[in-house]
């Protein structure tokens, strides 16, 4: 689907994309980090990374709580580790709950990159 474009992202992060381990999409020259939901259906997160980009997964900021779903990985780029997170806030979930869990994971990226 991308290879139709003249140009294509480097990372792309998908919220909503209900796949599950038996069901995942990969993208030709794209690395697939997927974060599923055991629990019940719908949800999951994803992040496709451009191949030549070497990211690996951050299992310590991944995911699968009621209030939120997270992937997130870590690529070098020019010498500079980047960590990129895909959040998903499921419907019905407290906004502050939500944001309590943001922040926890936020404060815990201090000083990892």
Do not use: V
């Amino acid at each position: 689907m991308l290879n139709t474009y003249t140009s294509s992202p480097d990372i792309l992060a998908i919220t909503e994309t209900w796949f599950s381990d038996s069901k995942t999409e990969e993208l030709s020259g794209y690395l697939s980090f997927n974060q599923y939901r055991q629990h019940r259906p719908g949800g999951r997160t994803s992040l496709f990374i451009k191949c030549h980009l070497n990211a690996t997964k951050l299992d310590e900021f991944c995911f699968n709580l009621d209030e939120l779903e997270s992937i997130a990985i870590k690529l070098n780029y020019e010498n500079k580790d980047i960590i990129i997170i895909s959040i998903y806030r499921p419907p019905g979930n407290p906004i502050n709950i939500f944001s309590d869990r943001l922040g926890q994971i936020l404060n815990s990226l201090k000083g990892k990159n």
